[in-house]
């Protein structure tokens, strides 16, 4: 009787749901689309980054691991093909499979294996990344390729890639992922005691303070109080709310999908986070079934989309590989959600597996702005010939001269940007990837420079460089029409003392 039970809900969880098919067809080309974006955004940077003449050469970042961790396990804490060679010629040749792989997804070719080789390549360039890999996006779209590949149908050639139906554990899988993106990102506010999410003021400051925001964004911090409150209400009534409507009919699915785009697409609009939002949408697709889809879609292009199949179950090896991979899945991810709920809720059996699977990150627990930052402090980074007249360096995006125009640059990530504003919230001591990044100003790294927007040294490197601490704050509509600034600052004093080098 037991193996009766067990071998049925093995076909429950590993049989076929043929009204997914198209979500699934939708879903695999938009991570596709979106793996593609995350590897040439990573190939125009990433010796700058973490190349030999970068800001975190891996090669010094490899070493290390090397000497703190003897023996194999430094494969399994740094889980990166770069241990087989850290040149700059492979970190380039990853970001280029990564594009093959990605452009074969699109294409319906061998999608699991593309899927298992992208997770792969991603990774090791997460692990070399150091800080500037180390982002929410980053391990969100690691966690996306894992399950996927039990979500991707189990073909070679493009003729047959839907010919099953969905495994159901899959989908579910990939729900309990959207659940959890989008409940914990909002009980963190609720859970982290900041006063300004909880008497819905979080909003006047977030536009400002926020990495790199959008004209928009500008425009939208102008608007009165009531909406800054209002706006804040929706967004708990989308992450905390809405999360639940999974869980029942496909009409309160579509509902779930529905505000959770719509979530996505104001977010987009106002602030620049790469390809969070497209990853976060690509999953929220994989709510509506295959007749919600015909309903949605042209009649015109019904016919490029798969017929769903009669409903078909994976093997039976398979299914009970794919099952037992899913229950660490669920036992880590519940702890972390619970966790995340009462704090300090870790069960220690499933905290010691969390932490032996953490290197692998793609088991993770989520939450943007847990505490909003209320101050946008800016770091301006200067170089001098003479110690006396000093040129700023411009870089592409963050803020800088005050009439620049705010611009949208997602979905690439500019890292050095973002990283630029994270240094801002602690003190210069507390970031040894800045005080490299001033020594390969100093250095005149071509690859280094290569990231900033401008170099006001482009005939030889300077002989002192420097960093002024600013407070930067939007301007008013009136002080804009005025002066045509999208920003007011006042100086903070330096950040980082002048410095040269050391003659040899």
């Known amino acids: 009787?037991?193996?009766?039970?067990?071998?049925?809900?093995?076909?429950?969880?590993?049989?076929?749901?043929?009204?997914?098919?198209?979500?699934?067809?939708?879903?695999?080309?938009?991570?596709?689309?979106?793996?593609?974006?995350?590897?040439?955004?990573?190939?125009?940077?990433?010796?700058?980054?973490?190349?030999?003449?970068?800001?975190?050469?891996?090669?010094?970042?490899?070493?290390?691991?090397?000497?703190?961790?003897?023996?194999?396990?430094?494969?399994?804490?740094?889980?990166?093909?770069?241990?087989?060679?850290?040149?700059?010629?492979?970190?380039?040749?990853?970001?280029?499979?990564?594009?093959?792989?990605?452009?074969?997804?699109?294409?319906?070719?061998?999608?699991?294996?593309?899927?298992?080789?992208?997770?792969?390549?991603?990774?090791?360039?997460?692990?070399?990344?150091?800080e500037f890999l180390s982002f929410q996006w980053d391990i969100l779209l690691l966690e996306t390729l894992l399950l996927a590949i039990m979500f991707a149908p189990q073909s070679i050639l493009p003729g047959f890639v839907h010919k099953t139906a969905v495994p159901r554990i899959a989908l579910l899988l990939l729900w309990w992922l959207l659940f959890r993106l989008m409940f914990e990102s909002g009980i963190v506010k609720l859970t982290s005691g900041d006063s300004s999410w909880w008497n819905l003021t979080a909003l006047r400051y977030h536009y400002e303070t926020q990495p790199l925001p959008t004209w928009i964004g500008w425009y939208v911090h102008q608007l009165p109080d009531l909406f800054q409150r209002f706006s804040v209400f929706f967004l708990y009534v989308v992450e905390i709310v809405l999360p639940f409507f999974i869980l029942g009919s496909s009409t309160f699915r579509a509902?779930?999908?529905?505000?959770?785009?719509?979530?996505?697409?104001?977010?987009?609009?106002?602030?620049?986070?790469?390809?969070?939002?497209?990853?976060?949408?690509?999953?929220?697709?994989?709510?509506?079934?295959?007749?919600?889809?015909?309903?949605?879609?042209?009649?015109?292009?019904?016919?490029?989309?798969?017929?769903?199949?009669?409903?078909?179950?994976?093997?039976?090896?398979?299914?009970?590989?794919?099952?037992?991979?899913?229950?660490?899945?669920?036992?880590?991810?519940?702890?972390?959600?619970?966790?995340?709920?009462?704090?300090?809720?870790?069960?220690?059996?499933?905290?010691?597996?969390?932490?032996?699977?953490?290197?692998?990150?793609?088991?993770?627990?989520y939450g943007l702005f847990r505490v909003m930052t209320r101050r946008r402090d800016e770091i301006i980074v200067e170089g001098s010939d003479d110690g006396v007249q000093w040129l700023?360096?411009?870089?592409?995006?963050?803020?800088?001269?005050?009439?620049?125009?705010?611009?949208?640059?997602?979905?690439?990530?500019?890292?050095?940007?973002?990283?630029?504003?994270?240094?801002?919230?602690?003190?210069?001591?507390?970031?040894?990837?800045?005080?490299?990044?001033?020594v390969r100003l100093l250095q005149g790294s071509p690859d280094v420079l290569a990231l900033l927007g401008r170099n006001p040294f482009p005939d030889h490197p300077p002989r002192f460089i420097r960093a002024e601490f600013f407070r930067y704050h939007f301007t008013t509509l009136g002080e804009h029409r005025e002066t045509g600034n999208w920003w007011k600052r006042e100086s903070l004093g330096m950040y980082a003392p002048a410095m040269e080098l050391q003659a040899r």
């Not at 973490?50 to 740094?78: E, T, Y």
């Not at 977010?267 to 015909?294: E, H, P, V």
């Not at 990283?419 to 919230?425: C, G, P, R, T």
């Open 255 to 365: 509902i779930a999908c529905a505000g959770f785009i719509a979530l996505q697409i104001l977010i987009f609009l106002t602030g620049n986070y790469t390809f969070f939002n497209l990853l976060s949408i690509a999953l929220s697709l994989l709510l509506l079934d295959d007749a919600q889809w015909r309903a949605i879609l042209p009649s015109g292009l019904l016919h490029f989309f798969p017929c769903s199949p009669a409903p078909s179950s994976m093997s039976f090896g398979l299914g009970v590989f794919f099952c037992l991979l899913a229950i660490p899945i669920l036992l880590v991810t519940a702890n972390q959600l619970l966790d995340t709920i009462f704090s300090d809720a870790m069960i220690p059996p499933l905290a010691s597996l969390e932490s032996f699977l953490s290197p692998l990150r793609s088991f993770n627990s």
């Open 392 to 438: 700023p360096y411009e870089f592409r995006w963050k803020p800088g001269a005050l009439d620049r125009a705010l611009a949208f640059v997602e979905p690439h990530q500019p890292r050095l940007d973002w990283q630029m504003w994270f240094a801002a919230l602690s003190p210069y001591g507390a970031n040894p990837w800045f005080q490299n990044f001033l």
């Open 1 to 130: 009787m037991l193996s009766a039970t067990f071998g049925s809900s093995m076909a429950w969880l590993t049989g076929g749901v043929p009204q997914f098919v198209i979500s699934r067809w939708i879903f695999l080309r938009l991570l596709g689309v979106i793996s593609l974006i995350a590897f040439i955004s990573l190939s125009v940077q990433i010796t700058g980054l973490v190349g030999s003449n970068g800001i975190l050469p891996v090669h010094s970042f490899l070493q290390a691991v090397k000497s703190a961790i003897p023996g194999i396990d430094r494969f399994r804490i740094a889980p990166t093909l770069l241990w087989f060679s850290s040149s700059d010629a492979m970190l380039k040749i990853l970001c280029a499979l990564g594009v093959v792989f990605s452009i074969t997804l699109i294409l319906g070719i061998a999608p699991s294996l593309s899927l298992l080789l992208l997770w792969i390549l991603y990774l090791s360039l997460v692990v070399a990344g150091q």
